[in-house]
């Protein structure tokens, strides 16, 4: 645990020189938070409550989902395995003394943690100043959140992750990765709400595991989930996290078996 402490410490510290992108990354993120406020406030003006959501619960969810960006990668795949497919370097990485998916996943969470504190911050802040949001007094509502995000992650470096794995097969994992993006945009509820959807459609989608991304934290900061079910959606992104984990692992010693095979 203490070689994955370190990892995580040390990808943190990596991300942390990007000064540039970090400016760049909380720019893009606060002024489509601004532009989708103004246009989510059109919409509610005709109806002051849509699927539960007031007002300043949908402006909220607008900027948790920018600020979500960042730590949830929601537009890019955030992991280097592709590249070191194809330059040879995965050879190396797959025989270091440390397990290969945990190790890409200690990296992923030192990214996210980086990405938290320096993406998303600022633009939820900007948009308490220009809107008027719902922001919840009680710290255990915060803790509870956190939670949420933390666990929501791990679901989204475990999908992600059998992305990048498919270029073991694909070589060019780029065809998957935009239909992943896609999928991350609409169905983890980026773009707008889940409660926006069709019921039908709605209700399918909050099944999927693209809803720990940005609908089951928002709900959770939002007060829509309380005591008894803040636990079940607990449980609901630990089951799939542990379902993809499990998923990813196979899909890792298939990809092993593959590279020594091919390597003779």
Not at 62 to 75: E, K
Not at 80 to 106: C, E, H, K, M
Not at 159 to 169: G, K
């Amino acid at each position: 645990m203490v070689v994955y402490a370190l990892i995580t410490r040390q990808a943190f510290r990596r991300y942390l020189t990007y000064r540039g992108a970090l400016f760049g990354g909380v720019l893009a993120n606060t002024v489509f938070g601004v532009i989708k406020a103004f246009i989510m406030t059109a919409v509610w003006r005709q109806r002051s409550t849509i699927g539960g959501y007031g007002l300043a619960d949908v402006l909220t969810y607008v900027f948790l989902a920018q600020a979500m960006i960042g730590p949830m990668s929601l537009l890019t795949n955030g992991l280097d395995i592709p590249a070191r497919v194809r330059s040879g370097d995965i050879g190396t990485d797959l025989f270091r003394p440390v397990d290969f998916q945990n190790y890409w996943l200690a990296t992923d969470l030192g990214r996210a943690g980086f990405a938290l504190l320096g993406r998303s911050v600022v633009p939820f802040v900007i948009g308490g100043l220009l809107f008027h949001l719902h922001v919840p007094k009680d710290p255990r509502v915060w803790a509870a959140f956190l939670v949420a995000v933390f666990l929501g992650t791990i679901v989204s470096f475990a999908m992600r992750y059998l992305v990048a794995m498919s270029c073991f097969w694909l070589l060019d994992e780029k065809g998957v990765t935009g239909l992943a993006n896609v999928l991350t945009g609409v169905f983890g509820g980026m773009i707008v709400p889940l409660v926006l959807f069709p019921s039908w459609l709605g209700h399918l989608a909050r099944t999927l595991p693209w809803a720990s991304l940005v609908q089951v934290p928002a709900d959770v900061f939002l007060g829509k989930r309380t005591g008894a079910s803040v636990g079940g959606a607990y449980l609901f992104e630990i089951g799939w996290a542990a379902a993809l984990l499990l998923l990813g692992r196979l899909v890792t010693r298939r990809a092993r078996h593959r590279v020594v095979v091919q390597g003779g």
